[in-house]
Nanobody, 114 residues
Framework: VQLQASGGGLVQPGGSLRLSCAAS????????MGWYRQAPGKQRELVAI???????EYADSVKGRFTISRDNAKNTVYLQMNSLKPEDTVMYYC?????????WGQGTQVTVSS
C-alpha cells in the first residue's frame, strides 16, 4: 500500500491550501485515514481524521479552519486548509490504518509566511 501526499507549498497568512493523499488501494479497506503534522524535534500530532462509522475529528488548533474529506472513486483523502497561520508551518503526513497495518505517506511541507 502506498500513500502519495501532495499539495503543500508556500502561502501567505490567511491563505488556503488543499492537501491530497492518493492511496494505491481502495480507501474502503482503511478503518481510518487522516492527516498528521510534525515539527522538527517534536512529536507527530493528529490534525484531522476520518474514522469509518464515526465521522471526522479535528485537533482543537484547526477546528473551523481545516476540513478533511474523501473521494472514494479516486481513493483520495483531502485536507482543505483555510485561514492558515504561521504556526501551521510544518511537514504534513497522510496516514491510513487497515486491519493489517499502519501506512504513512512521504510528507508534504506547508509554509505560511509573508
Amino acid at each position: 500500500v502506498q500513500l502519495q501526499a501532495s499539495g503543500g507549498g508556500l502561502v501567505q497568512p490567511g491563505g488556503s491550501l488543499r492537501l491530497s493523499c492518493a492511496a494505491s488501494v481502495s480507501i474502503f479497506s482503511m478503518n481510518h485515514m487522516g492527516w498528521y503534522r510534525q515539527a522538527p524535534g517534536k512529536q507527530r500530532e493528529l490534525v484531522a481524521i476520518i474514522i469509518s462509522g464515526r465521522g471526522m475529528e479535528y485537533a482543537d488548533s484547526v477546528k473551523g479552519r481545516f476540513t478533511i474529506s474523501r473521494d472514494n472513486a479516486k481513493n483520495t483523502v483531502y485536507l482543505q486548509m483555510n485561514s492558515l497561520k504561521p504556526e501551521d508551518t510544518v511537514m504534513y503526513y497522510c496516514n491510513g490504518v487497515s486491519r493489517a497495518a499502519d501506512y504513512w505517506g512521504q510528507g508534504t511541507q506547508v509554509t505560511v509566511s509573508s
